[in-house]
């Protein structure tokens, strides 16, 4: 059964993804001002425009442009670069690796803290652990990353003579420095999605502690462990494998800035600099991948639902 | 514990003093290898002719060469730009429109495919500049507009041909910002010179590594035609986009020389803050101040009421706190501008020598307010400012206290902020209603910044300037080549655009250049050849 929802889902999706190819062809280009205006910059004649946008293509009709892009998509071919030529899938080849580990870190370092604390919070409400843990909450949603971040690199610095740790290390080169480089930035982008989640953990956990069959569980002798964390944690979680899937949309955002402040050439960076450049190939490459990436977690925590509740049958 | 100005400028002093003394007394023989680490900036991609980006142009200043070039070393003083040689020994000039160059003997390209280390000749440098007007998309091609027919008369003279005399073709070959001399092969085999692999030069180093968004490493090229020089081995130039990060990693020693702009310098606002922390941890630290010369400026529509009147031009200018503005933006080390930055000292006049026009760079609101009541706006008008961020909290801040100026004198006028692209696309190329504010590309000689921003038609005449009087002595200045006459007519082209205040100029920030102490033989100057600064520099560590 599963099986075939996973199926329908993946044809529901198709028509998703064409409105968001759509979407991302359309509106880079409703931006003010073209790649070959940004290309010219200050000494941009009429005829110069005209010819450079001529070479590109990009005189041709909209639609005629979009279509073509589109076969090349379909051919699994994002085009190139307007500026540099190069091929957008080998740019992503190399990038999209790097945000995907960041965000993979930040993801586990979110679940790390929001859980425990959340149940812990939960099971011990209104105790100095509960407000200190929704304190913390409440800080971490408040505090901009890019501010701990800055913090973090600037006061070492200035205090102890401490080198940032900034820059990209190639697996290759060194396995270890490669995977202690996403540990900070790892953090810093996991805490505010780990306050979220905590918040949320929390939450439900309280209603479903409220529920009559916890309290049979209690009154059945169970230990607490157990209540929790196997009759009411697997019940609560839902909504916040949920709240994860839209976290990592966030998360993907939120690398744009990270990755800048920790010198990572991941994805974030490269699409912050392809909308400044107009570099439509780019923007729609990247985006399509991410939208794509979004889908298909969703249909992954789909079907994380069956697995966690049984109750639940596609 | 804390570095004065007077103490800086004192360091700055003895830092170009030394260069007076005589090599003995200096009693230092440069030494040859170690690795130099820089901030860089991650290029668009590597083809000079097809963007404008100092990205580009300061990663070629490493690999390539150009005909001629600005001196470098410290006994250059910043903001001056003497010519030499680079790949032309020597040059003669037969008439006002025909350049003649001999080129160095024996120069090799870098030992890469597909032109593996063969001797340059006249053909690339005619190749070369022939690319540089003909291929489509190069908007810097103006600067050689002039230029008619470039010949090889044998294999090492090239003969240049302008339609007219243009005074400042040497200082265009010259510019850090455009001609570096690129090879036919190289075209040919990658179809452009966009990708890494296409950057082979006959400079100092050769392009070892690029890792995108991360890193450039340069090598010494080993068949440098300069004997000896590079000193320095290995150049390592970092992508390092984050101001607190690069601040950082200067602080605990990470690079060589400063990080902020072209110059090699730390942002004013963050000097302060950070200048004690680097007295204790880079005692060594080698420190010149000078003005920087990305010069702002109020553009206004002048085709069109009210900014057609010369009063209400004035008026702005007298409205405008420019020292207010360097006290409160620029941490109270600015340099008032006229037409032409006061940053290329040899050409920019200082405002109290700009004659009757001198007045109206003062801060007088009261007299701003009358001369906009005799042009019949006693109750001030309604405008827009069209502006962009650039991403700088400078420009941000100075952009308010202009909007403040101006309202205190009753020109109420709107910030309407753009995003770049938006900007560039837009205003900056003049497209706009009533005012743009927004910086100029930092060049190096005057004439960029008159005859494309005062002559009719250029794109950069953001203020629709179309005045006989100034067109014509802009012409005339670039047909004389006697430069002391040449700084006359620049000079008095100052002294009349500062009576029309076609653009109010706002001051630009002095730059605090730092390096390492170790770097020797190396001194700061504008402009983005950074590579052609550390050519004769050398690491004593």
């Given at each position: 059964m599963l099986k075939r929802y996973l199926v329908k889902r993946l044809f529901v999706a198709l028509p998703s993804l064409l409105i968001a190819s759509l979407i991302v062809f359309t509106l880079p280009r409703l931006i003010p001002g073209d790649v070959v205006q940004l290309m010219l910059?200050?000494?941009?004649?009429a005829k110069d425009l005209d010819e450079m946008r001529a070479k590109l293509g990009l005189d041709r009709p909209i639609y005629v442009q979009y279509f073509d892009w589109l076969g090349h998509i379909v051919r699994g071919d994002l085009g190139e670069s307007l500026w540099t030529r190069r091929p957008v899938t080998e740019e992503l080849q190399r990038r999209l690796p790097v945000t995907m580990e960041l965000g993979f870190v930040a993801i586990c370092i979110a679940i790390c803290i929001a859980l425990p604390v959340g149940i812990i919070s939960a099971t011990r409400q209104d105790t100095l652990r509960d407000y200190t843990a929704r304190s913390a909450a409440i800080l971490g949603l408040s505090v901009p990353g890019f501010w701990v971040a800055t913090l973090v690199i600037v006061l070492p610095a200035i205090w102890w003579g401490w080198r940032p740790v900034t820059g990209y290390t190639e697996f290759s080169a060194d396995r270890i420095g490669h995977l202690v480089q996403f540990v900070l930035p790892g953090v810093i982008l996991g805490i505010a999605s780990a306050a979220a989640l905590m918040r949320l953990t929390r939450g439900m956990l309280l209603e479903v502690l409220r529920q009559d069959y916890v309290r049979t569980a209690w009154a059945k002798g169970l230990r607490e462990r157990v209540v929790v964390l196997k009759h009411s944690l697997r019940n609560a979680v839902i909504p916040v494998i949920t709240v994860l899937g839209i976290q990592i949309a966030q998360i993907v955002s939120g690398a744009v800035i990270i990755e800048t402040i920790f010198g990572l050439p991941g994805m974030g960076r490269f699409l912050f600099e392809a909308i400044n450049q107009r570099d439509y190939p780019v923007i729609q490459g990247v985006n399509l991948v991410v939208v794509s990436g979004i889908v298909f977690v969703n249909l992954v925590i789909d079907a994380l639902y069956a697995t966690i509740d049984p109750r639940i049958r596609y | 514990m804390s570095w004065t100005r007077r103490e800086l400028l004192a360091l700055g002093g003895a830092a170009l003093g030394g260069a007076a003394l005589p090599t003995a007394a200096r009693a230092q023989t440069p030494k040859r290898g170690g690795t130099a680490s820089v901030r860089i900036y991650d290029p668009p991609h590597f083809d000079h002719m097809l963007i404008i980006s100092f990205k580009t142009n300061i990663a070629l200043s490493f690999t390539h060469s150009r005909l001629v070039k600005h001196k470098t070393g410290p006994g250059v003083a910043p903001g001056t730009f003497p010519l030499e040689g680079d790949l032309a020994e020597s040059w003669t000039q037969p008439n006002d429109t025909t350049y003649v160059f001999k080129l160095r003997r024996g120069v090799k390209w870098h030992h890469k495919p597909p032109v593996n280390g063969r001797e340059l000749t006249a053909e690339d440098v005619k190749y070369t500049l022939e690319r540089f007007v003909t291929?489509?998309?190069?908007?810097?091609?103006y600067m050689l507009r002039p230029m008619e027919r470039v010949e090889a008369v044998d294999r090492y003279t090239v003969k240049v041909t302008l339609k007219e005399p243009f005074a400042w073709f040497l200082d265009m070959l010259a510019s850090p910002m455009a001609i570096a001399v690129v090879a036919k092969e190289c075209v040919d085999k990658f179809g452009d010179l966009k990708k890494a692999e296409a950057v082979i030069g006959t400079g100092p180093w050769m392009l070892d590594s690029y890792k995108p968004n991360q890193s450039l490493t340069f090598v010494r090229n080993p068949n440098y035609f300069l004997p000896g020089l590079p000193h320095i081995d290995r150049v390592e130039g970092s992508v390092d986009e984050d101001t607190s990060s690069r601040l950082a990693s200067f602080t605990t020693g990470k690079y060589d020389i400063g990080v902020e702009t072209v110059a090699g310098n730390i942002n004013k606002v963050d000097w302060v803050q950070i200048k004690d922390a680097l007295k204790q941890k880079r005692p060594g630290l080698k420190v010149v101040e000078f003005p920087g010369n990305v010069m702002s400026h109020v553009s206004m529509r002048t085709d069109q009421k009210p900014f057609s009147d010369v009063r209400v031009r004035q008026a702005m200018s007298l409205a405008v706190d420019r020292q207010g503005l360097i006290d409160a933006v620029l941490e109270g080390a600015g340099v008032f501008n006229a037409a032409v930055p006061a940053a290329l000292k040899e050409w920019a006049l200082p405002v109290a020598q700009l004659g009757e026009g001198a007045r109206y760079f003062k801060h007088d609101p009261a007299e701003a307010r009358r001369l906009l009541a005799a042009a019949g706006y006693a109750n001030g008008f309604t405008a827009s400012i069209c502006f962009t961020t650039y991403g700088s909290t400078v420009l941000i801040d100075s952009a308010q206290l202009i909007l403040k100026s101006f309202k205190d004198v009753g020109i109420s006028a709107t910030l309407e902020q753009k995003e770049y692209g938006a900007y560039i696309a837009t205003c900056f190329n003049g497209n706009f209603p009533s005012m743009t504010y927004g910086p100029q590309t930092p060049f190096l000689e005057p004439d960029n910044f008159l005859f494309a921003q005062y002559y009719p038609e250029e794109p950069k005449n953001q203020s629709h300037i179309h005045d006989p009087v100034v067109a014509d002595m802009l012409v005339r200045q670039r047909r004389t080549f006697d430069v002391a006459k040449r700084r006359d007519i620049i000079h008095e082209i100052q002294r009349y655009l500062a009576k029309q205040q076609y653009y109010v100029q706002v001051p630009s920030a002095i730059y605090t250049s730092v390096w390492d102490g170790a770097l020797k033989n190396y001194a700061p100057n504008l402009g983005y050849d950074i590579g052609g600064r550390l050519t004769a520099a050398w690491l004593d560590r």
């Amino acid at each position: 059964m599963l099986k075939r929802y996973l199926v329908k889902r993946l044809f529901v999706a198709l028509p998703s993804l064409l409105i968001a190819s759509l979407i991302v062809f359309t509106l880079p280009r409703l931006i003010p001002g073209d790649v070959v205006q940004l290309m010219l910059e200050e000494k941009a004649y009429a005829k110069d425009l005209d010819e450079m946008r001529a070479k590109l293509g990009l005189d041709r009709p909209i639609y005629v442009q979009y279509f073509d892009w589109l076969g090349h998509i379909v051919r699994g071919d994002l085009g190139e670069s307007l500026w540099t030529r190069r091929p957008v899938t080998e740019e992503l080849q190399r990038r999209l690796p790097v945000t995907m580990e960041l965000g993979f870190v930040a993801i586990c370092i979110a679940i790390c803290i929001a859980l425990p604390v959340g149940i812990i919070s939960a099971t011990r409400q209104d105790t100095l652990r509960d407000y200190t843990a929704r304190s913390a909450a409440i800080l971490g949603l408040s505090v901009p990353g890019f501010w701990v971040a800055t913090l973090v690199i600037v006061l070492p610095a200035i205090w102890w003579g401490w080198r940032p740790v900034t820059g990209y290390t190639e697996f290759s080169a060194d396995r270890i420095g490669h995977l202690v480089q996403f540990v900070l930035p790892g953090v810093i982008l996991g805490i505010a999605s780990a306050a979220a989640l905590m918040r949320l953990t929390r939450g439900m956990l309280l209603e479903v502690l409220r529920q009559d069959y916890v309290r049979t569980a209690w009154a059945k002798g169970l230990r607490e462990r157990v209540v929790v964390l196997k009759h009411s944690l697997r019940n609560a979680v839902i909504p916040v494998i949920t709240v994860l899937g839209i976290q990592i949309a966030q998360i993907v955002s939120g690398a744009v800035i990270i990755e800048t402040i920790f010198g990572l050439p991941g994805m974030g960076r490269f699409l912050f600099e392809a909308i400044n450049q107009r570099d439509y190939p780019v923007i729609q490459g990247v985006n399509l991948v991410v939208v794509s990436g979004i889908v298909f977690v969703n249909l992954v925590i789909d079907a994380l639902y069956a697995t966690i509740d049984p109750r639940i049958r596609y | 514990m804390s570095w004065t100005r007077r103490e800086l400028l004192a360091l700055g002093g003895a830092a170009l003093g030394g260069a007076a003394l005589p090599t003995a007394a200096r009693a230092q023989t440069p030494k040859r290898g170690g690795t130099a680490s820089v901030r860089i900036y991650d290029p668009p991609h590597f083809d000079h002719m097809l963007i404008i980006s100092f990205k580009t142009n300061i990663a070629l200043s490493f690999t390539h060469s150009r005909l001629v070039k600005h001196k470098t070393g410290p006994g250059v003083a910043p903001g001056t730009f003497p010519l030499e040689g680079d790949l032309a020994e020597s040059w003669t000039q037969p008439n006002d429109t025909t350049y003649v160059f001999k080129l160095r003997r024996g120069v090799k390209w870098h030992h890469k495919p597909p032109v593996n280390g063969r001797e340059l000749t006249a053909e690339d440098v005619k190749y070369t500049l022939e690319r540089f007007v003909t291929v489509k998309g190069n908007s810097n091609a103006y600067m050689l507009r002039p230029m008619e027919r470039v010949e090889a008369v044998d294999r090492y003279t090239v003969k240049v041909t302008l339609k007219e005399p243009f005074a400042w073709f040497l200082d265009m070959l010259a510019s850090p910002m455009a001609i570096a001399v690129v090879a036919k092969e190289c075209v040919d085999k990658f179809g452009d010179l966009k990708k890494a692999e296409a950057v082979i030069g006959t400079g100092p180093w050769m392009l070892d590594s690029y890792k995108p968004n991360q890193s450039l490493t340069f090598v010494r090229n080993p068949n440098y035609f300069l004997p000896g020089l590079p000193h320095i081995d290995r150049v390592e130039g970092s992508v390092d986009e984050d101001t607190s990060s690069r601040l950082a990693s200067f602080t605990t020693g990470k690079y060589d020389i400063g990080v902020e702009t072209v110059a090699g310098n730390i942002n004013k606002v963050d000097w302060v803050q950070i200048k004690d922390a680097l007295k204790q941890k880079r005692p060594g630290l080698k420190v010149v101040e000078f003005p920087g010369n990305v010069m702002s400026h109020v553009s206004m529509r002048t085709d069109q009421k009210p900014f057609s009147d010369v009063r209400v031009r004035q008026a702005m200018s007298l409205a405008v706190d420019r020292q207010g503005l360097i006290d409160a933006v620029l941490e109270g080390a600015g340099v008032f501008n006229a037409a032409v930055p006061a940053a290329l000292k040899e050409w920019a006049l200082p405002v109290a020598q700009l004659g009757e026009g001198a007045r109206y760079f003062k801060h007088d609101p009261a007299e701003a307010r009358r001369l906009l009541a005799a042009a019949g706006y006693a109750n001030g008008f309604t405008a827009s400012i069209c502006f962009t961020t650039y991403g700088s909290t400078v420009l941000i801040d100075s952009a308010q206290l202009i909007l403040k100026s101006f309202k205190d004198v009753g020109i109420s006028a709107t910030l309407e902020q753009k995003e770049y692209g938006a900007y560039i696309a837009t205003c900056f190329n003049g497209n706009f209603p009533s005012m743009t504010y927004g910086p100029q590309t930092p060049f190096l000689e005057p004439d960029n910044f008159l005859f494309a921003q005062y002559y009719p038609e250029e794109p950069k005449n953001q203020s629709h300037i179309h005045d006989p009087v100034v067109a014509d002595m802009l012409v005339r200045q670039r047909r004389t080549f006697d430069v002391a006459k040449r700084r006359d007519i620049i000079h008095e082209i100052q002294r009349y655009l500062a009576k029309q205040q076609y653009y109010v100029q706002v001051p630009s920030a002095i730059y605090t250049s730092v390096w390492d102490g170790a770097l020797k033989n190396y001194a700061p100057n504008l402009g983005y050849d950074i590579g052609g600064r550390l050519t004769a520099a050398w690491l004593d560590r």
